[in-house]
């Protein structure tokens, strides 16, 4: 593998530092490049949290090729890390003027809408992302949780879902759902979505105090007492999982 493809794959381990090293290498060592390798370089140094060292990256990177979308777009989202809504919101549709067939612009100029919380706008702006890649679970993932901040509940789970659909590793889309489904009092579809996440998971307590509540409020108190045990388990200390299981523990004992 050359230099770039090994930044590639460090970075998509989530290895930025190595991934850094490896582009800046290739920088250094191809004329042809420059700007391509520049943000790469400033995409690593988003994600160490670095986003100043970033926008200097992607400037010079601009400064060779000023109307690429991708280097905009990942200027904006460095701005946005910062807190610099303005520059966030210029970039953003800077990218958008550029080339407005991007689906990355479209998405994050919703990003930013919904970190103002401007949910409306964040709502188009993730729709018309998805109109030119149907395919993007994050995408549909954020869809539905603008759609759940505005109460739609039903294009909520169907966002969900069609994350889901589209990365069968899109976790939040699970976590979302079954949230949605427990305030719907929906709890015994709920408990599905929490049970393929303790798969992946079966560390997260957050998500087995989810199963346990859920069983409890379906009345399965061995379930809910099960689940709660486990949780402790890992967290011993844990004082209010405690509490519930002796309250629990003491109803069960009390209907025998």
Known sequence: MNLFEQGDELYANGLYQEAYEKFEL????????????????????IQLGNSQQAIELLDKALNISPTWERFLFNKGRAYLILGNITEASTCF??????????????FYLGVYYEKIKDYEQAINFYQKSLEIND??????????????KLEDIGKALREFD?????????????????????SLKQFDKAIPCFQKLYEYNPNNTENMNE????????????????????ILEIDPNNQRVSEGVKAIGKRLNESS
């Open 93 to 106: 549709n800077r990218a958008i003027m550029a080339n407005p067939n991007s689906e990355d612009a479209h």
């Open 26 to 45: 290739a920088y250094v060592n191809d004329e042809e490049n420059e700007s391509d390798f520049l943000n790469y370089m400033a995409c690593c140094q």
């Open 162 to 182: 069609l994350a889901y659909q589209n990365d069968n590793e899109c976790f939040d889309a699970l976590w979302n759902k079954g949230l949605v489904l427990c």
């Open 135 to 148: 395919e993007q679970a994050e995408a549909h993932l954020n869809l539905g949780r603008m759609y759940w």
């Open 211 to 230: 199963i346990a509540y859920a069983y409890f409020m379906l009345k399965d108190y061995q379930n809910a007492l099960k689940w709660l045990n486990k």
